[in-house]
């Protein structure tokens, strides 16, 4: 488990580090045949394609459809994105077994904290922060789950 967070973690920094220096995804998406693309944003990277949303819907598009131009700058994008989908491929896996298990572990939306603890028995809330506060009798302990911009970031167990 620890090797699997320290993994998560790495891949984090790594990622954050190439994003500082690729080049930024176009707004809009010239491909071969002609047709453009406008408003564009990644749903999902695939290994020869992305999936992307635009002003007329949802689509994917194969790399080899793209203008070599555009294509240069999606595939200096495409890893990135695929090991960022695998991470959080990785998270979204330990969530669900976390919640089978009832634990908590960092990363969870107040929602599937909810799935695993059921609603906590007093919440403090601040801009981008809350604090909920479990009494767990049955262990003679206080819980403290502390979330940050919508996601699990630590808790704290006091008798």
Same mark, same amino acid.
């Given at each position: 488990?620890?090797?699997?967070? *320290?993994?998560?973690?790495?891949?984090?920094?790594?990622? %954050?580090? =190439?994003?500082?220096? *690729?080049?930024?995804?176009?707004?809009?998406?010239? *491909?071969?045949?002609?047709?453009?693309?406008?408003?564009?944003?990644?749903?999902?990277?695939?290994?020869?394609?992305?999936?992307? &949303?635009?002003?007329?819907?949802?689509?994917?598009?194969?790399?080899?459809?793209?203008?070599? =131009?555009?294509?240069?700058?999606? *595939?200096?994008?495409? =890893?990135?994105?695929? %090991?960022?989908?695998?991470?959080?491929?990785?998270?979204?896996?330990?969530?669900?077994?976390?919640?089978?298990?009832?634990?908590?572990?960092?990363?969870?939306?107040?929602?599937?904290?909810? !799935?695993?603890?059921?609603?906590?028995?007093?919440?403090? %809330?601040?801009?981008?922060?809350? !604090?909920?506060? /479990?009494?767990? =009798?049955?262990?003679?302990?206080?819980? /403290?789950? /502390?979330?940050?911009?919508? &996601?699990?970031?630590?808790?704290?167990?006091?008798?």
């Amino acid at each position: 488990m620890k090797t699997i967070l *320290l993994a998560l973690l790495l891949c984090s920094s790594v990622l %954050a580090e =190439e994003a500082k220096t *690729l080049p930024p995804l176009p707004s809009s998406v010239t *491909l071969k045949n002609g047709y453009v693309l406008k408003n564009v944003s990644v749903v999902r990277w695939d290994k020869d394609a992305v999936v992307l &949303k635009h002003s007329a819907g949802v689509d994917p598009v194969r790399f080899d459809g793209m203008t070599p =131009e555009v294509k240069a700058v999606f *595939l200096a994008n495409a =890893e990135v994105g695929l %090991a960022q989908k695998q991470a959080d491929q990785v998270l979204n896996n330990r969530i669900s077994a976390a919640i089978t298990r009832h634990a908590l572990i960092v990363g969870m939306t107040p929602e599937q904290a909810i !799935q695993s603890w059921g609603k906590p028995d007093e919440i403090n %809330a601040s801009p981008g922060r809350e !604090q909920w506060i /479990y009494n767990r =009798e049955s262990i003679e302990n206080t819980v /403290y789950v /502390y979330f940050n911009n919508g &996601k699990l970031s630590s808790w704290q167990a006091k008798k």
